[in-house]
């Protein structure tokens, strides 16, 4: 069993809509949950963290940590095209230094 | 700043040939990392140096060689390339040493080709 899973979809959606993006990772110990966000041809950059559980909010977005159920959620309000990206969902433990990513979702969101 | 660099950004390769990638970052990250990227696979970590001096092995390191150089560079080597390894490879840093110093940079990718 993969440690993260991720849909790599692709998901497409019109400009405007709401956007759900989904993680579930395996091991409780996990303290740290991110979202990358990578263009096209480029590196990801991190668009989110959270810590431990609860919510996070950046403008239009939203993070989500669920640690009962081991569920990571990423919203997207008022989606625009310049959304249309892959998302990766990333958790790793207090201290280490390894980072281990989903397999990322492709967003695309159409004008 | 530069950021996190990476070079070559394209190479193309034939069964048996070796190349080495080369990483620099700027940011006095003390660790540094090095992923490879393919379709429905996400990032798969090969190597990694958690401060100047050290290196590890990540999931995926068989066929690859690292030498963290000194504190900005991580070069990642491929002695005898395979078809298997056509992907894109990603040099990335962060600062370590806190809890909270989660954080990744990564550089632009190399798009490498094993014919």
């Known amino acids: 069993q993969k440690e993260v899973e991720q849909d790599p979809g692709p998901l497409s959606v019109p400009e405007g809509a709401i956007v759900s993006l989904n993680c579930t990772y395996s091991?409780?110990?996990?303290?740290?949950f991110m979202w990358y966000r990578q263009y096209s041809r480029k590196g990801p950059e991190l668009l989110m963290y959270?810590?431990?559980?609860g919510n996070k909010e950046d403008g239009r977005f939203t993070a989500q940590v669920d640690k009962s159920s081991k569920y990571i959620s990423l919203f997207i309000r008022d989606s625009q095209p310049s959304d249309s990206a892959t998302y990766l969902c990333?958790?790793?433990?207090?201290?280490?230094?390894?980072?281990?990513f989903g397999a990322g979702t492709r967003l695309f969101v159409k004008a | 700043n530069a950021g996190v660099t990476q070079t070559p950004k394209f190479q193309v390769l034939k069964t048996g040939q070796s190349m080495t990638l080369q990483c620099a970052q700027d940011?006095?990250?003390?660790?540094m990392y090095w992923y490879r990227q393919d379709p429905g696979m996400g990032l798969r970590l090969i190597y990694y140096?958690?401060?100047?001096?050290?290196?590890d092995k990540g999931e995926v390191p068989n066929g690859y060689n690292v030498s963290r150089l000194n504190k900005r560079e991580f070069s990642l080597r491929l002695e005898s390339a395979a078809p298997s390894q056509t992907s894109v490879y990603f040099c990335?840093?962060?600062?370590?040493?806190?809890?909270?110093?989660?954080?990744?940079?990564f550089g632009p990718g190399t798009r490498l080709t094993v014919t």
């Open positions: 959270t810590y431990s559980s």
């Open positions: 091991n409780s110990a996990f303290q740290y």
């Open positions: 140096s958690a401060s100047e001096g050290t290196t």
């Open positions: 990333a958790v790793r433990f207090t201290g280490g230094f390894k980072t281990i």
């Open positions: 940011m006095n990250h003390n660790s």
């Open positions: 990335a840093s962060r600062v370590s040493g806190s809890p909270s110093s989660y954080e990744q940079y």
